[in-house]
Nanobody
Framework: QVQLVESGGRLVQAGGSLRLSCAASGGTFSTYTMGWFRQAPGKGREFVAAISWSGGSTAYADSVKGRFTISRDNAKNTVTLQMNNVKPEDTAVYHC???????????????????WGQGTQVTVSY
């Protein structure tokens, strides 16, 4: 079973950038579809982005299209989320997730993914 550990969350000013990373271990990383979700206080877990096992296909939530980029390095067992032009509404705990198959370029739900990390806090100030 794959284990996922996120890092890179911090306090950042609106308009700034930051890069989240997720390190995977204990499974065949290169076969997994990887995703990022976020959960703001008092809200449910929200899809952010996903990437296929090869990196050739990606999917994004409308709210982050053009600002966030998901990528992966199968040699290093890592997936990253580059966040540019961040907004206060991006404030949330960001979770890395893994699933066995690529489900297409669509908005994923929390129960579409089988494995989860503990999350990293991103806070965007005005």
């Amino acid at each position: 079973q794959v284990q996922l550990v996120e890092s890179g969350g911090r306090l950042v000013q609106a308009g700034g950038s930051l890069r989240l990373s997720c390190a995977a271990s204990g499974g065949t990383f290169s076969t997994y579809t990887m995703g990022w979700f976020r959960q703001a206080p008092g809200k449910g877990r929200e899809f952010v982005a996903a990437i296929s096992w090869s990196g050739g296909s990606t999917a994004y939530a409308d709210s982050v299209k053009g600002r966030f980029t998901i990528s992966r390095d199968n040699a290093k067992n890592t997936v990253t989320l580059q966040m540019n032009n961040v907004k206060p509404e991006d404030t949330a705990v960001y979770h890395c997730a893994a699933r066995v198959t690529w489900g297409g370029n669509r908005r994923y739900e929390e129960n579409d993914f089988e494995h989860w990390g503990q999350g990293t806090q991103v806070t965007v100030s005005y």
